[in-house]
Each structure stands twice: as C-alpha cells, then as structure tokens.
C-alpha cells in the first residue's frame, strides 16, 4: 500500500515540490497529493522521473501500486500498461490516457507543475 506523501514546500515557476529524489524507488512511484489531486511520481528503468494522473483511466486504481518497467507503469488490476512520457495506454483493456505532468529536477527534489498538462 503506497501512503500519499505530504507536499511539504513551495511554489517555484509554477512547479510544486512533491518529494526528494530519494524518496522515490529505484524503479517505481510514489503517491503524492499536490491541491487535492493525487499524482503518482514515477522513477523509470532507465532513471527517468514523471508524474502522471495516479488514477487508472479504466477503473479506480492507483497506478503508483503497479509495477514499472522500461518507460512504462502497469496498473494491477486488470494489466494496463501506460507510457510515462505520453500517458497512452499500450495494453487494454484501457483505452484512454491518463495525464502526464512537466517534472523538474533541481536540488535533490523533485518538482511538478500540475497546471500544464505535457
Ligand atoms: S483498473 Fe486499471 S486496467 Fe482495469
């Protein structure tokens, strides 16, 4: 079960502080919640870090809960995979994408802007 991890500080450029580097998995997401959305932050295979909508597009899964590999997250409950860098789904039974979010690296932490949407 992933916690939802507090957004502990400021506003930079439009972009929100979500976590440390080092809060995250060396593969896998963490769950966090930034102005009631609830975002999961993902570290991919290759060491990419994104942020997506945490809520499958099929059902009301969280997506930080499945497993990530090469540049995609899969949802656990019925196999979904979803692209990190574009959202889309490239297995079903899901067939819509889910929002991908613009991610800055700087000091350690890791910042997202949830008002763009990539
Ligand atoms: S709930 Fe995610 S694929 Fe069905």
Known sequence: MTEATAVTAGVTDGYVRVCSVEDLPTVGAVQVEIDGKVLAVVRDSAGDIHAI???CSHANV???EGDVEGGAIE???HGSRFDLRTGEPTSPP???PIAVYPVKINGGDV???VTKEN
């Open 53 to 55: 909508d945490d809520t």
């Open 62 to 64: 969280s997506l930080s």
């Open 75 to 77: 949802c656990w409950l």
């Open 94 to 96: 899901a067939i819509t």
């Open 111 to 113: 910042f997202v802007s």
